[in-house]
């Protein structure tokens, strides 16, 4: 995939109708999306339970876009080959789950996918700073990892722009996950982040049967951080 730093609208199908996914997901890039972004959870690392292997794998086919693999799971690199076979496009994997974060970037890397690291919100940047010409993508958590719906966490912005001083000319994204909306989204954007996660600011008041309520929604997305770039 080429690199380039335009605004990407990612939304979570955490938020979609789990009896539909199909599709949902084919709703979504009708009406606009630029990636479709898998919350992989274990009930572990996270207090939640979502998406295997096999998963990932049915919702393959239906992605005609960019499949975006965010995985919340720990222990994570017993698992990279799996979610790799499956049809991911780039696999994320928290700093905080294993000790040798190197280590897992090598290995999706390997299995010929994008990588991406991703921290907490209490997690320093200083923890990936020595990973940054090995990624393909940092995400940051702007919530506490676990549950959509939450509330955005200030601090997140800040944090934005500060990883995008230590990126400098890289070809690497800055994705932000968690509480994005159209008024918390234009400060982020500006700050530096090119990927948008959103799941209840895209899925909300829509159905498979109403998909044109996604499309506006990642319409006001779009529209929010029109101009504010850097």
């Not at 709703?27 to 998406?51: C, K, R, S, Y």
Request: hydrophobic fraction near 45%; aromatic fraction near 6%; proline fraction near 6%.
């Amino acid at each position: 995939m080429p690199f380039d730093r335009t605004v990407k609208i990612a939304p979570s199908i955490l938020s979609a109708d789990f009896a539909n996914f199909g599709a949902e997901i084919r709703a979504i890039e009708a009406q606009g999306a630029d990636w479709v972004h898998v919350d992989v959870m274990d009930n572990h690392f996270v207090p939640n339970l979502t998406f295997g292997p096999q998963a990932v794998k049915a919702f393959r086919p239906h992605v005609t876009t960019f499949m975006d693999v965010h995985l919340m799971i720990s222990p994570v690199d017993a698992s990279i080959s799996a979610y790799a076979e499956a049809g991911a496009d780039m696999i994320t994997a928290h700093v905080e789950a294993e000790p040798h974060i190197h280590r897992t970037m090598q290995a999706i890397r390997a299995t010929g996918k994008m990588a991406g690291v991703s921290l907490n919100p209490a997690t320093p940047l200083e923890s990936i700073e020595y990973l940054l010409d090995d990624v393909d993508m940092v995400l940051l958590m702007t919530v506490n990892p676990g549950f959509g719906g939450q509330k955005f966490i200030e601090s997140g912005v800040e944090k934005t722009r500060r990883l995008r001083e230590k990126i400098g000319d890289r070809p690497v994204h800055i994705q932000i996950d968690g509480g994005v909306t159209p008024e918390t989204s234009p400060a982020v954007v500006a700050a530096g982040a090119d990927v948008l996660v959103a799941g209840s600011a895209v899925f909300k008041g829509g159905s498979v049967e109403t998909p044109e309520v996604y499309g506006a929604n990642i319409r006001a997305l779009r529209e929010a951080v029109a101009g504010v770039q850097q």
